[in-house]
């Protein structure tokens, strides 16, 4: 009877399943697209990137010595100099003669001034003799300390006065040695103070400049290192010894270097976006293995500097792109798993541009999907784009 009813069904049951499959597959959700990477083993560095300027170790700007005519500077930059290498002459600017009437007013008042004198040095002596009787006197009770102390007084303030005449005049006779005719100025040698390389001519032209006008700048082009301005709540992360990479410099791999010194002072610097930022000075300067591909730098040019202030050579880490903070703030990952994503809470150390450290809840070789949407959730069906 079964095996009757089933015979007669048979047809109708089987396209019922077929149906029944299709409405499945029709509403079965279809697998979400995503990017995935790799948890893995491997170096990771931590440090802080900033612009940096390159500047010889020692450099000289050779200023004018005197006031007066300068010869052209026939030097070019790039130029070798030795210490003591002519640079160029001057033609210092002659004393202004005095005229008659000059000469006659400063003669009038040395003639007045050694009258001074001779009148402070009467007054001083006469207030010596003045105080000495009466510091006699005062032995016997004679004289009242007020008394001596005001011949005391007399014979300072004469000494004084006598001092003061004394320098008038030798001011006075200093101005009449002036020279009382027209003359030229002697020429005046401008030398390199040590050996290097021109680095800048600043004023290559001939005329006439004034005293302490800069001329050129002398440094040794083979010696360079960097300045890095970073921001003050950064430098104080930074030590003396730091290992650094040189980037951005025109070459294909960074430069060695190490930090040398780190200011001690602090100064305000205006960002591009108008922020008042208090900004140091750190030091940098090459290892000797990078002193070939350093040479290739000069004075003044514009670097990448990246101070390593965390280094791991056999870290286990993910790609950040798959962190995102939870709904209770702390990092989580989907991890992509037999074909449908995960939910995972992991712990992360250091954090750099590239990797994050697990420090737990990930193991190596791990699979995680990368930059994970609003939209997935855990358990849902992914699959690698």
Known sequence: MMLDTLKRWRWASLIGAVLLLGLVYAFWPEAVPVDIGKVSRGEMAVGVTDDGVTRAEEYYVVSAPVTGYLSRIELEPGDDVGPGTLITRMTGRPATPLDARSTQELRAALAASRAAEASANATLGQARRDLARAEELSKEGFVARAQLEEDRTRVATGKASLQQSRAEVSRIRALLAQPT?????????????????????????????????????????????????????????????????????????????????????????????????????????????????????????????????????????????????????????????????????????????????????????????????????????????
């Open 181 to 385: 005719g027209t003359g030229s100025g002697s020429a005046v040698a401008v030398r390199a103070p040590s050996g290097g390389s021109v680095l800048t001519v600043i004023n290559e032209s001939e005329g006439v400049i004034t005293e302490g006008t800069p001329l050129v700048t002398i440094g040794d082009s083979s010696r360079i290192e960097v300045v890095v301005d970073l921001l003050s709540r950064e430098a104080v992360r930074v030590k003396e010894g730091d290992r650094v990479e040189i980037s951005q410099w025109g070459g294909p791999r960074p430069i060695p270097a190490r930090v040398k010194r780190i200011e001690p002072f602090g100064r305000l610097k205006i960002s591009a976006l108008g922020i008042e930022e208090q900004r140091v000075n750190v030091i940098v300067d090459f290892t000797a293995e990078a002193a070939k591909q350093a040479a290739r730098l000069g004075h003044g040019y514009q670097v990448d500097a990246t101070v390593i202030l965390w280094h791991a050579k056999d870290a286990l880490r993910l790609p950040i792109g798959a962190l995102f903070r939870g709904s209770e703030g702390g990092w989580q990952v989907f991890v992509a798993g037999s074909g449908s994503a995960e939910l995972r809470a992991v712990k992360v150390g250091h954090i750099n541009d590239e990797f994050a450290e697990v420090l737990d809840g990930l193991a190596k070789n791990e699979t995680v999907v990368l930059n994970p949407g609003n939209a997935l959730s855990d358990g849902m069906r992914i699959a690698p784009r």
